[in-house]
């Protein structure tokens, strides 16, 4: 059948699985296996410049164990990998790499300066990062981040993490297991751990931050498509692998409405909070201006979440707002039934969300993201798009349906 690409009902997540704890390279190594080409991994880094630095990008089928999996690694020739979180801001600021992907690299990057000056008893902007700054961690989180948006992956979720012991040997000197900075951001986000098979380190502080960033600690219900198979670069008792399933989610769970009135906040951090609602696992998140008592203006936040990350979300409200406490309300839903067709046009494909009832397609929305990147790629107006788009949706889906019924 000719016409648009059929999609799936529901949107793609991924389930990190961690039996051996997580690196970047292996969080890489999970994409990569998961279908995005190493080829396009390079021409996404290719946007960045790392002033003096040269480096490759390969990747490799390998075994673990039993286990057949992909390994990425950086292959560093020339370094000066000590940088301060200013100059990372710089690299990933002035990249050509998409908004989004580097709104999500440098909170990244964030988290991990917040947990180095926690650790360290310093201002956040004069950490200065040894093994986080080099070009290899760069590389992992930004490709990561990249990874996720390429992939069409809307939601993370990870297992609990396994926490190695032993000692390391590291640019402040040998430490213990866990290191301190990976405990401290573990610590921020409340995410649960377990005891690890054997001695080593398991979770980096390059793990740790990707995780805690970008992932909700919970296990999603879902309908498996694919197991992507990462290795890590270290040699273990056990298979040093991370396991990352991608499949739809699976409609018709428990959903909770979570909500707080606020009347004594700056309204500044308002975006901050939808946002962070959002990477914590809510489905939507709003703010509604009310009057509260005394005649004073406030806000009630609100989100909806399914029951697994309703503590996730709640924990977001109690520890970025000025609440003191959260309502929270089990709440039914009808749904219509929805699909993700992608649509050719003159500037490129185009996600399109189409509309069903009894299996007629009673409406289709373009996916904005898709059309505004168009129309920043082609210098023309995103309405353009748009109504380009739409032209094409029409003919495309109406010849799809014209092949069906012969």
Known sequence: MSGPNLGSNARMIGYLDLPSGLSGDMFLSCLVDGGWPVEQLRGTLAGLRIPGEEYSVEAAPVMRGPFRATCVSVKVVKTSHHRHLGQIRAIIGESSLPEAVKSRALAVFHR????????????????????????????????????????????LYASPVPLGHGWIDTAHGRMPLPAPATLQILSAVGAPTRPAPGEGELLTPTGAAMLAELATFTQPQMTLSRIAVGAGQKSF????????????????????????????????????????????????????????????????????????????????????????????????????????????????????????LDGNVVGATPEFEDCRKLAEERGVPVKQVIEIVGSASADALGRAMAEDVR
């Not at 947990?115 to 930004?142: L, Q, S, T």
């Open 112 to 155: 991990l300066a917040a947990a180095e000056a926690a650790v360290h008893g310093i201002e956040i902007e004069k950490v200065h990062f040894h093994e986080v700054g080099a070009v290899d961690a760069i590389v992992d989180i930004v490709g990561v981040c990249a990874g996720l948006a390429v992939l069409g992956i809307d939601r």
């Open 237 to 356: 008792a056990w298979p040093n692998i991370a396991r990352l399933w991608l499949g739809e989610e699976t409609a018709g769970g428990p959903i909770v409405q979570i909500e707080t009135n606020i009347d004594d906040m700056n309204p500044q951090l308002c975006p901050v909070v939808v946002e962070r609602l959002l990477a914590a696992g809510a489905r939507d998140a709003w703010i509604t201006p009310v009057q509260m008592k005394k005649g004073r203006p406030g806000v009630v936040i609100s989100a909806l979440a399914d029951a697994a990350a309703e503590q996730a979300v709640v924990d977001v409200l109690l520890r970025e707002t000025t609440t003191l406490g959260v309502r929270v309300h089990p709440v039914s839903r009808h749904e219509a039934e929805r699909q993700i067709v992608t649509v050719r046009t003159p500037y490129g494909d185009v996600r399109v969300k189409l509309k069903k």
